[in-house]
Structure formats: structure tokens, C-alpha cells
């Protein structure tokens, strides 16, 4: 007969949980979050089990008292490359990781190749004269190697659109408040497209303002980035004046508020926020890579600093 008694019993110990809080197919998150972390139990809000097996949140629009009441939290991963929504601050030191998810930087480059495209090959003059049964006998030839797409913000995401711009043979020039070889202005100058991915900062408020969208002349702007780093007074003022065309994911206010202007120009094209698209199949193993990290004591790569 054994001994059970002398055998130390261990003591029961619940699976950590890494809590999907999404609001859009959160189902979606569990198998790439499951396959990619054995050993978590995933589960999805709203939670209403014991807080303190909480110890990371995959989510967007965070509820920061919510957080605070998991009193084992490592670690907040975003769904989205931007985070401006989220006081960072206000969680220190549990570290913020944006999601920088390559399938996301390959779809925002694709939507910008896309009206790169469109534009540089006149498919809008086309489709203009089209409407009034005129057949463009001389179209512009503009060829890529004879247009060049400027990114404002060449981080990791603004990085891929260049690549993608240049595979295509478009000339290209990166501008970053960090790293650049000429002014704000004359970066504008330079381009015939601006594509603007900067992130939303105190700093970068209004960034591009009357100045810069004079000196872009006759290009187009396509924001994929965040609607407040463009003076949208200014935009509408260049868009009556020489600006050609802005294509236009973000907005200062979101939805587009249905007596904007901007609705009502002719040289405006509105998407609603569609740009770079979070594909759970892929940012799973991205935002599991990051917890991964955290557990070994490392600092994820896309934290945000405070
Ligand atoms: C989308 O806007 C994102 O920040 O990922």
C-alpha cells in the first residue's frame, strides 16, 4: 500500500489566460492563438472569470480600468499598427505591443499600388471621358519609371509601400521625421504621390498643412495613416485649387460625419478605414511571437515607448 500521505500534493494551478477582448469575430483569434500558444488557455470576452488568471489581453479599444483590475497582466498586444486610441502611459510598465503584422503592411501597400496605378495610367481621365462617350485619343503616357511616390512616415509598414512602389518600377523617396535628406517641403516638391502613414502624436498634429500640399502641386495624397496628421481645412482648400486627387482611408472624426465636405468634392476618394486590414490568420502568430518574448523576459519588437 503506498504512502499517499508523505507525497507532496501539488497545488493546483490554473492555466494563464490570454483574453481576446474584440469586438469583430473574436472566434477568428482562437485557433492561430491556441496552435501558436500551447500551454495558455485563450479565451474570449466578455470575461467574467477570475481576474487575477488574466495575463494578456489581445484587444484595440482597450478599457484601461478594465486592465487594472487583472492584477496579473504582462502584457496589452494591439490589433492594429496604430495607438493613438490607447494612454500607454497610464498602463507602465506592462508593455504595449502595436501589431506589425507583414500580410498587414503587404494589404496597405496593395491598396496604395492600387490608386498609384490608377492614377499614373489615367484610368480616372478614362473613366471621365468614358461618361461622356470620348474616346482619349492621346492619353498622357506617364510611365513608372517617370513617377515618383513619396512616404511620409517610412516605418515598418511605410517601408513594405516603398518596396512594393519600386518592384513596380516607380521611383520613390522615404521621408521620416527621423530620418530624412531634405526638407518636409521639399520632399512634397519632389513627389507626384504622397502616401502618409505617420502615426497620430501630439507631434505630428496637423503635419501636413497649406504649405506642404502647395508644394505637391498637382499629385495626389493618399492617407492610410491617421486623419489628424493632415490639416483637413487646408486639404479642401488644395483640393479646390491644384491638388489632382486625395485618396482618403482616415478622417479627423470617424465615421466620415455625413455633412463633410469632403463627401461632396469631385476629386475625392473616400474608403472607410479599410486600408491595412487585421487578418487574424496571420497577426495571431505575430501577437504570439510577442508573448513568447515576453515570457522569456524579452522586450517585443513593436512595443510602443512611453
Ligand atoms: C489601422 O488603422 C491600424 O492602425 O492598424
Known amino acids: 500500500m503506498g504512502d499517499f500521505g508523505s507525497s507532496p500534493i501539488a497545488p493546483y494551478c490554473a492555466p494563464m489566460a490570454v483574453l481576446i477582448d474584440v469586438t469583430e469575430h473574436p472566434e477568428s483569434w482562437v485557433n492561430g492563438l491556441r496552435e501558436n500558444l500551447p500551454g495558455f488557455e485563450i479565451v474570449v470576452g466578455p470575461y467574467n472569470g477570475p481576474s487575477d488568471e488574466i495575463e494578456y489581453v489581445v484587444a484595440w479599444d482597450v478599457n484601461i480600468d478594465r486592465l487594472r483590475t487583472y492584477p496579473n497582466l504582462k502584457g496589452l498586444l494591439l490589433t492594429m499598427a496604430g495607438y493613438d486610441r490607447i494612454e500607454v502611459k497610464a498602463l507602465a510598465p506592462i ?66 509601400v ?61 492617407n492610410v495613416g491617421r486623419g489628424r496628421t493632415v490639416d483637413q481645412t487646408a486639404l479642401i ?14 478622417f479627423e472624426v470617424e465615421p466620415l460625419p455625413h455633412d463633410s465636405e469632403l463627401w461632396e468634392l469631385p476629386n475625392v476618394t473616400i474608403t472607410p478605414h479599410d486600408a491595412g486590414r487585421t487578418n487574424p490568420l496571420t497577426a495571431a502568430a505575430v501577437v504570439a511571437t510577442s508573448i513568447r518574448e515576453i515570457e522569456s523576459g524579452r522586450r517585443p519588437a513593436n512595443t510602443i515607448e512611453t
Open 95 to 160: 508593455p504595449v505591443v502595436r501589431l506589425v503584422d507583414p500580410a498587414m503592411a503587404d494589404d496597405i501597400a496593395q491598396y496604395v499600388l492600387s490608386w498609384v496605378i490608377h492614377f499614373s495610367r489615367g484610368f480616372d481621365i478614362f473613366a471621365s471621358a468614358q461618361s461622356d462617350r470620348t474616346w482619349v485619343s492621346e492619353p498622357p503616357i506617364r510611365f513608372p519609371s517617370d513617377v515618383t511616390v513619396g512616404v511620409l512616415g517610412a516605418g515598418a509598414i511605410g517601408k513594405v
Open 237 to 250: 482648400e488644395a483640393l479646390k485649387g491644384d491638388l489632382r486627387w486625395a485618396v482618403l482611408d482616415v
Open 162 to 222: 516603398l518596396a512594393t512602389c519600386e518592384y513596380h518600377g516607380f521611383n520613390t523617396i522615404g521621408w521620416s521625421r527621423s530620418s530624412h535628406d531634405r526638407s518636409m517641403t521639399s520632399f512634397f516638391e519632389a513627389s507626384d504621390f504622397v502616401v502618409n502613414l505617420v502615426p497620430l502624436s501630439p507631434a505630428t498634429e496637423s503635419l501636413v498643412g497649406a504649405n506642404e500640399l502647395e508644394r505637391l502641386g498637382n499629385g495626389i495624397i493618399i
